[in-house]
């Protein structure tokens, strides 16, 4: 399973960006991909993930300000993140969820997003 996200870059405090990832590999067998993110000195959290359902959860500080999308033709999820804020700065990682009795993660290499205020 591989994981190639873009997207991320260095914008200003209420602007927005848009992080694309695409999964290619043994992913048929899916759960969920979605979005997790890593400010300095902080552990991992989850911004936003999709599960092979559709059903969408978010974390508290994305509700109202991102939107996470999939698109299964392309076996590529979005997130389009607005209204950013300088707190929103941090590494972001792709990840997908595969196998059906055996759950397994899979991240992608992390794209950077620096918001300036």
């Not at 994305?62 to 209204?83: C, E, H, P």
């Amino acid at each position: 399973v591989q994981l190639q996200a873009s997207g991320g870059g260095l914008v200003q405090a209420g602007g927005s960006l848009r992080l694309s990832c695409t999964a290619s590999g043994s992913i048929f067998s899916f759960n969920s991909m979605g979005w997790y993110r890593q400010a300095p000195g902080k552990q991992r959290e989850l911004v936003a993930a999709i599960t092979r359902g559709s059903r969408i959860d978010y974390a508290d500080f994305a509700k109202g300000r991102f939107a996470i999308s999939r698109d299964s033709t392309k076996n590529t999820v979005y997130l389009q993140m607005n209204s950013l804020v300088p707190e929103d700065t941090g590494v972001y990682y792709c990840n997908i969820n595969v196998g059906r009795f055996v759950p397994t993660d899979y991240w992608g290499q992390g794209t950077q997003v620096t918001v300036s205020s």
